[in-house]
Structures are given as C-alpha cells and as structure tokens.
C-alpha cells in the first residue's frame, strides 16, 4: 500500500514480557517517528530516525524502551519488561525531508499490559 | 506541563454552520504549527499547518488563524458537514515538523 503501515494492530501481553512493534513507512520518506496516545492524551513523541543521522530518543519514557530502523525502511519498537501504564496506541509517522513536510501517520499498534 | 492545550474537550455543530477549533500553547520557541483530523481506529490524517510568519492560511473549507502574541491558534470550518465528525487534534513544533508536540484533542460532531 501507499501509506504507513504497522503491525500488529493489536496486541495484548502480560506484564513483564517484552513487545516488539513494527512500522513500514512510506517508500523514499527518509523520516520516521514513533509516538504514544495514552488514553484521553494527546500523542506523545517518542522518537524520531532521520536518514543516517543518530536517532533523536529525548522522548523514550524509560531504557525499557528501544527503536531501531534499518536504513530508510522499516522500524521496530521494543518496549521491555511491559508494565501496565505501557498500555497505549503507539503510533508511527513517516515524512519526506529533514522537517519540511508534514508527517503521515500509520492506524497505530494498540497495545493492552494485562 | 502541557505545552499545547486544547481546553475544549468536544463540540456540537449542526451541519452548514462554522465549526471553531481552538488551540493554545505556552512555548514561544513554536514556529510550526498543524492541525490533524483522527478518525477512531485510524491514524491522525493532515490537515492544514501555519508558519509563524504568517497569521491565516486557507485550504478550501478550513482556515487556520494564528495570534502570536496570545500564543493561540484556532480551526475554522465552513461548512461543517457531518463526515468532519472526528476528533482534532492541533499540534506545534519549533524549526520544521519534527517532534510534534500535541493537544489531547477536541471532538467534533456535526450534526445533519
């Protein structure tokens, strides 16, 4: 497809496991960010990859939280050892350039901590 | 400390009059600003940003105005029609549109 894409679109674990979520932006968007919606909350931003650049991960709640994006493709996050307050829609976006242009969002990963 | 705020939580318009989204924000350093439509279960979909040298920008039935001076910002439908029943959120940035920083949103109905 044309757009941002991620998966699982849903996913519920038990606290204590590890998650990995997965975002594939759209092709020759050198740009990619994830945020977090916690319910009745804005969104929250939690990182942003820009080309080959060092990723920008002032947003990350805690060093449970990981990112990593192979070149200028795919982009997992990886929440460690989930805790409740983990739950959340976690959103990833896409733009072309270095902030020129607006970002384009995927429907999100809606993740439930049991 | 919320840097963005959206203080009006929902809104009910009826169809064919101007829907008013407001939006105000605490940190001078924004020069970027943009307001996103999200339908439930969907990802926020762009709408229409403003720069802070300018104080309206217009795209068809939506204008967005900008007062710097009172750190505010608001979204003007006209018409409103019932598919712009979504949740809207304004969001702000300082240099560019990276690192947005969000309202919690305001949820609009329009009704026929």
């Known amino acids: 497809g044309a757009g941002v894409s991620q998966s699982p679109s849903n996913k519920v674990t038990e606290k204590g496991k590890d998650v990995e979520l997965r975002c594939d932006p759209i092709s020759g968007h050198t740009a990619l960010y994830w945020y977090r919606q916690r319910l009745g909350q804005g969104l929250e931003f939690l990182i942003y990859?820009?080309?080959?650049?060092?990723?920008?991960k002032s947003g990350l709640p805690s060093d449970r939280f990981s990112a990593e994006r192979t070149g200028e493709s795919v982009s997992t996050l990886t929440i460690q050892r989930t805790q409740q307050e983990d739950s959340a829609v976690y959103l990833c976006?896409?733009?072309?350039?270095?902030?020129?242009?607006?970002?384009?969002f995927g429907d999100g990963t809606r993740l439930s901590i049991l | 400390d919320q840097q963005v705020k959206q203080n009006s939580p929902s809104l009910s318009v009826q169809e064919g009059r101007i829907s008013i989204l407001n939006c105000d924000y605490t940190n001078s350093m924004f020069d970027y600003f943009l307001w996103y439509k999200k339908y439930p279960a969907e990802g926020p979909t762009f709408l229409i940003s403003i720069s802070s040298i300018k104080d309206k920008n217009e795209d068809g039935r939506f204008t967005v105005f900008l007062n710097k001076s009172a750190k505010h910002l608001s979204l003007h439908i006209v018409p409103s029609q019932p598919g712009d029943s979504a949740v809207y959120f304004c969001a702000a940035s300082v240099g560019g549109f990276q690192k947005l920083v969000f309202g919690t949103g305001t949820r609009l109905l329009v009704s026929p």
């Open positions: 990859f820009q080309g080959n650049s060092a990723p920008d």
């Open positions: 976006a896409s733009s072309q350039g270095q902030g020129g242009q607006p970002q384009h």
